[in-house]
């Protein structure tokens, strides 16, 4: 799988000159220390030339997974490489838990933190705000481990492939805990953006499913957490939404159970199946956006005047939320955020028309961009979006002086 030349969704044909698969740490230091130029391959889940370089990509994805679970440190150690649905089934099987998770348990862990990936959850931060240390091969192949003493972490935990290849990672835990999933469908636009911090304060992860040219919001998803093992009463309407029994029309193959049936938080934080295909099969493209949080309303109210442009390319819009952190090139970094992101169909030619038209929208609200979905922003936005960009420069310098990590999306996005 990962010596394909195509990214997940088809979009784009790595340039690299090679597609290497080192056994062990050794192998991936050697390989690391003798490659002029060389980036990570996570599981091909992004939709921009992130990952791509002119030299050796390496993958560790023939580097079993191992994983260790620290009960005292209350910690997990994973190898890089290692996806998050192996590493969280792992973890339920002994009691354990993540505090959240992506929409998809098929992401590398190495590769889902390194772009930020996030969930859903006021009280949530991203998922790369759980890294208490990575162990990072360097340019010159030294193996070396960065921790929370580190003010490097910071700007590692969210890294962007820049400072090395990560050979593992180590992740906080919590006790395991049950959630139950309930759909609420076509609440009014208007209720849900008169009370639109309710609506996302209502459960632990909420997610809205939206066309922006409809009246009402398509589907609202609540993720309840069940701390103490109690259900919790079911309100048949919420927001001007209908409770809406789901199981007739879920895909069991791909889709985690909804329906409202508890069940066990790796079964029910992410929303697709670790044996299935997630989203729409890799027929399509990705885009998203962050705002802070007092600008969601407006943010939302501005893309619905674009919904007739807007609709005939997209499956669906989700919107959720991210709380604050102080990563540096978190699309979070010192703001809670409402994530706008955007699942278009296939369509690579109006997508990228249309998106310079919503970043024009968006910009009285100096939205960032998911680093692994499409964007149309230049290094001279993102670097004034992203307040921490000049340090990350810096400290990316000082690791990478002969730029081995760096590449043409880096130059793009950031410039020198
Ligand atoms: C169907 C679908 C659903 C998605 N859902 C979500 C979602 O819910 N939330 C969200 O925020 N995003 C989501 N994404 C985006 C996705 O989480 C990110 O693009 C993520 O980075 C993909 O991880 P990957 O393992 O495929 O990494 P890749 O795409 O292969 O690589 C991404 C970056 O990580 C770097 N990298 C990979 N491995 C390492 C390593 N070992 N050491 C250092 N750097 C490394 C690469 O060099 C590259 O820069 C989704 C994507 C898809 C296709």
């Known amino acids: 799988m990962s010596t394909h030349r195509e990214n997940w969704a088809g979009n784009l044909t790595y340039s690299a000159e090679a597609i290497l698969q080192p056994k062990d740490v050794h192998e991936l230091q050697d390989l690391v220390a003798r490659w002029p130029r060389v980036r990570a391959l996570g599981t091909r889940h992004s939709f921009t030339d992130i990952v791509d370089t002119p030299g050796a990509l ?5 580097i079993a997974p191992e994983i260790r679970i620290d009960p005292a440190a209350m910690a997990v150690s994973v190898t890089g490489g290692t996806s998050f649905g192996i ?4 973890l339920e099987k002994h009691g354990f ?33 759980a890294i208490a240390a990575v162990e990072l091969v360097t340019a010159d192949g030294t193996l070396v481990t960065i921790d929370r003493t580190s003010d490097h972490l910071p700007a590692i935990a969210v890294g962007l492939g820049a400072f090395g ?5 180590t992740l906080d835990i919590e006790p395991t805990y049950r959630v139950r999933q309930d759909v609420y469908r076509f609440a009014p636009w208007e209720t849900v953006l008169e009370q639109l911090d309710e609506v996302m304060a209502s459960a632990y992860s909420v997610s809205l499913l939206a066309d922006f040219a409809s009246p009402t919001v398509l589907q609202i998803w609540l993720k309840t957490r069940l701390d103490n093992g109690d259900d919790v009463d079911l309100a048949p309407t919420l927001f001007g939404g209908v409770w809406y029994d789901d199981s007739d029309e879920l895909a069991p193959e791909n889709v985690n159970q909804r329906a409202s049936v508890p069940g066990p938080w790796s079964e029910r934080m992410p929303h697709f199946r670790l044996d299935g295909q997630p989203s729409n099969g890799g027929d399509e493209l990705q885009s998203e956006y962050y705002v802070a949080r007092e600008d969601g309303v407006a943010a939302v109210e501005v893309l619905r005047t674009l919904g007739a442009q807007i609709s005939p390319h997209l499956l669906i819009s989700e919107i959720r939320t991210a709380a604050a952190d102080s990563l540096w090139m978190s699309p979070a970094y010192e703001r809670d955020v409402l994530c706008i992101g955007f699942t278009w169909a296939k369509h690579p030619v109006e997508v990228a028309a249309l998106l310079p038209v919503i970043e024009k929208a968006l910009a009285p609200f100096a939205a960032r961009q998911h680093w692994g979905k499409l964007f149309h922003y230049g290094a001279d936005v993102i670097r004034e979006r992203f307040s921490r960009s000049g340090d990350f420069l810096t400290l990316q310098s000082d690791y990478d002086p002969t730029g081995k990590f760096w590449n043409p999306f880096l130059e793009r996005s950031l410039g020198r």
Request: glycine share 14%; hydrophobic share 40%; no cysteine.
């Open 87 to 90: 590493l969280i089934n792992e």
């Open 58 to 62: 390496i993958s560790l994805a023939n």
């Open 165 to 169: 290849i990560i050979s593992r990672v």
């Open 97 to 129: 838990a993540l505090q959240n998770t992506g929409s998809l348990p098929h992401i590398s862990v190495a590769g889902a933190t390194a772009t930020g990936t996030h969930g859903s959850g006021d009280g949530n931060g991203i998922l790369s705000t």
